[in-house]
């Protein structure tokens, strides 16, 4: 079955530590994202990538990073840079970098703080 | 900058009845497309209805049926006959360039 996989579902961070969220998908799409979720606030876009070996910031990249060296890979990097990293994360790949086009979600991962 | 709001942080309905869950957005982009995103207890993001703005015919899919309104940039939801698997978050979204934009979300409980 074609999708998206997120790993893993609950990621803990200690004080001072990066952490590395898994995105991979097997849909073909040229575009992956994405997006942090709190409560309250929907969808905030962190990075999105349209081809491999390129990426974008969005609206909140500060304090992550992200690589796109596999057509089907999308790691996001949470970095110690980041303050308030507590949320959950949404990955989502799309055929074309468009606003047209529907994006599909992966199941997500919660991160929490030690 | 693209903004879309969703006015109804929580909404409630009984089985087998009708809900409309409002969205309003602001663009200034003539070619736009617009979206309904259910977000269930499971947390998967599923789509549940796609507009395009050029197009005035509303979008439906079985039960789930848009109000578009261009001209107020009014993008409603209306879900007939409720059923307990409807019982989720519920994102408007509007996509332009690049980007989705999501409002901040709409809790609808459905309640038998």
């Known amino acids: 079955d074609g999708g998206i996989t997120q790993s893993p579902k609950y990621l803990f961070r200690k004080e001072g530590q990066n952490v590395t969220l898994s995105c991979e998908q097997n849909?073909?799409?040229?575009?992956m994202y994405w997006y942090r979720q709190d409560p309250g606030q929907g969808l905030r876009l962190i990075y999105y990538?349209?081809?491999?070996?390129?990426?974008q910031k969005g609206d909140i990249a500060e304090g992550y990073s992200v690589s796109r060296e596999k057509k089907e890979s999308f790691p996001l990097t949470v970095t110690s840079a980041q303050k308030n990293p507590t949320a959950f994360y949404l990955c989502?790949?799309?055929?074309?970098?468009?606003?047209?086009?529907?994006?599909?979600f992966g199941p997500g991962t919660r991160l929490l703080v030690l | 900058a693209q903004t879309v709001t969703q006015s109804q942080p929580e909404m409630s309905v009984q089985e087998a009845e009708t809900v409309t869950l409002s969205c309003t957005y602001d663009t200034s982009e003539n070619n736009y497309y617009l979206f309904w995103y259910k977000q269930p207890p499971s947390r998967q993001m599923i789509l549940v209805i796609r507009?395009?703005?050029?197009?005035?015919q509303n979008a439906t899919e079985n039960r789930f049926s848009v109000n578009f309104q261009k001209a107020a940039k009014s993008f409603s939801l209306k879900i007939s006959d409720s059923q307990l698997g409807d019982t989720a978050m519920y994102f408007c979204?509007?996509?332009?360039?690049?980007?989705?934009?999501f409002g901040a979300g709409t809790i609808l409980r459905v309640k038998s």
């Open positions: 989502a790949s799309s055929p074309r970098t468009s606003g047209r086009e529907t994006q599909y």
């Open positions: 990538s349209q081809i491999v070996n390129d990426f």
């Open positions: 507009q395009e703005a050029y197009k005035q």
């Open positions: 849909l073909n799409h040229d575009a």
């Open positions: 979204a509007s996509g332009y360039g690049n980007k989705l934009v």
